[in-house]
C-alpha cells in the first residue's frame, strides 16, 4: 500500500473529480471531432504514465520495471486488455452521446455500468467483509442519483422549450450503448486483476496506460484513414488548440486512474470502483458552472438537489464501509 486508508478514501474522491471534469474540455472543441480528443488523450497519457513510471520506478520497484514485470506475467496481459476496453469503450461511448444525447446515454451507461463493475470486482476480490446487502444499497443509491440526474438534465430543457429529440433508442443505438457499458468495464477488469492478484499499482497503471494507447491507436488508424480525418485530427495548418485540450483531458483522465490505482490496495478495488461513481457529481457541479441549469423550474431544480444529496449519501455509505 502506498497510502493509508484515509488518505487512499480522499485521493480517491479527487480522483472521481478529475474523471468528471474532462469532458468539459468537449464544450471548447469549436468543430474539431471529439473522437479527435479521444485520440490525443490516450496518447499524451501513455507518455504521461510510463514517464511517472520511469521515475518512480527506482523507488517503488527497486528490482526493476523488467524483473517485476516477469513476476506477473500470468496477470499483466488481463491488465492491458482492461486497459484496451476501456479506451474502446469511451470511444463508442462518444458515438452514442454524439446520436441520442448525454440524457439517455448516461442513464444507461450508469446503471449497466455500476452493475458490471461490481460484478467484476467481487469476482476478483470476495464479497467484501461489511456484506454484499451494504454494497448493493450503495450501488442502487449511486444509480438512483445518476438517473435523477438525466432526468433533471430532461426536465430543464422542457423548461427552456428545448426539444429532446435525440431520444429514440433504435436497435444500433441500444446494441451500441450495450457495447460502451461493456467495453468500459474494462476499468474494472484491469485494476480488479491487478489489484486482487497484488501486483505492484505502479506496474497495473502503466499496462492500463499501454492498453488503452494500443486500442485507440489501432482504432484511430482504421477509423481516421477512413472518414480522411488525418490533417483536421493532427490540426495540420489549423488551431492548436485541441491538443492541448487532449493534454489537458490525459492529465485529468489518466492522473485520475493513476491516483485511483495508487490508492486501491488500501480500498479494495470495490470501494474504489463505488467512490469513483461520484465523478457524475462533478459533472453536475460543472454544468451548474457554466450555468446550464439557470432559470430551471422548481420541480427541476429539487430533482436536481435529490441527486446531489443521493451521491453524497452514496459517499457516506461508501465511508461506513472503512
Not at 16 to 38: D, E, F
Not at 99 to 118: A, H, N, Q, Y
Not at 268 to 274: G, H, N, R, Y
Not at 289 to 303: H, V
Request: aromatic share 12%.
Amino acid at each position: 500500500m502506498y497510502f493509508s486508508v484515509g488518505a487512499s478514501f480522499i485521493l480517491t474522491l479527487f480522483a472521481a473529480a478529475l474523471w468528471g471534469s474532462w469532458m468539459q474540455t468537449a464544450k471548447h472543441l469549436k468543430g474539431y471531432p471529439i473522437s479527435g480528443l479521444i485520440f490525443w488523450l490516450y496518447a499524451f497519457s501513455f507518455v504521461f504514465i510510463w514517464i511517472i513510471t520511469l521515475i518512480l520506478a527506482p523507488y517503488l520497484l527497486p528490482e526493476g520495471i523488467v524483473a517485476a514485470s516477469k513476476a506477473y506475467l500470468d496477470i499483466i496481459p488481463r491488465v492491458i486488455l482492461g486497459g484496451a476496453m476501456m479506451s474502446m469503450g469511451i470511444f463508442c461511448n462518444v458515438t452514442v452521446i454524439r446520436d441520442v444525447g448525454m440524457i439517455l446515454s448516461t442513464t444507461v451507461s450508469s446503471g449497466v455500468g455500476v452493475i458490471l463493475g461490481i460484478i467484476t470486482s467481487i469476482i476478483e476480490e470476495g464479497i467484501p467483509e461489511k456484506g454484499i446487502g451494504l454494497i448493493i444499497l450503495i450501488s442502487i443509491v449511486y444509480i438512483v442519483g445518476a438517473i435523477t440526474s438525466a432526468y433533471a438534465s430532461y426536465m430543464r430543457n422542457i423548461d427552456r422549450g428545448i426539444k429532446n429529440s435525440r431520444n429514440t433508442i433504435t436497435l444500433r443505438i441500444l446494441i451500441l450503448m450495450l457495447m460502451a457499458a461493456f467495453l468500459t468495464n474494462g476499468w474494472s477488469i484491469g485494476v480488479a486483476a491487478g489489484t486482487a492478484n497484488g501486483i505492484p499499482p505502479i506496474l497495473t497503471c502503466a499496462y492500463m496506460a499501454t492498453g488503452s494507447f494500443i486500442s485507440v491507436l489501432i482504432l484511430s488508424l482504421f477509423y481516421f484513414s477512413y472518414k480522411k480525418m488525418w490533417s483536421t485530427v493532427l490540426c495540420l495548418n489549423e488551431d492548436k488548440k485541441p491538443l492541448i485540450y487532449g493534454v489537458i483531458c490525459g492529465a485529468c483522465h489518466y492522473g485520475g486512474n493513476l491516483i485511483s490505482i495508487y490508492s486501491m490496495p488500501a480500498l479494495t478495488a470495490t470501494i474504489s470502483f463505488l467512490l469513483g461513481r461520484t465523478s457524475s457529481l462533478w459533472t453536475i457541479f460543472w454544468g451548474m458552472y457554466y450555468k446550464e441549469f439557470a432559470g430551471i423550474s422548481r420541480k427541476t431544480k429539487i430533482l436536481l438537489a435529490s441527486s446531489i444529496g443521493l451521491f453524497i449519501v452514496g459517499t457516506l455509505l461508501v465511508a461506513i464501509t472503512k
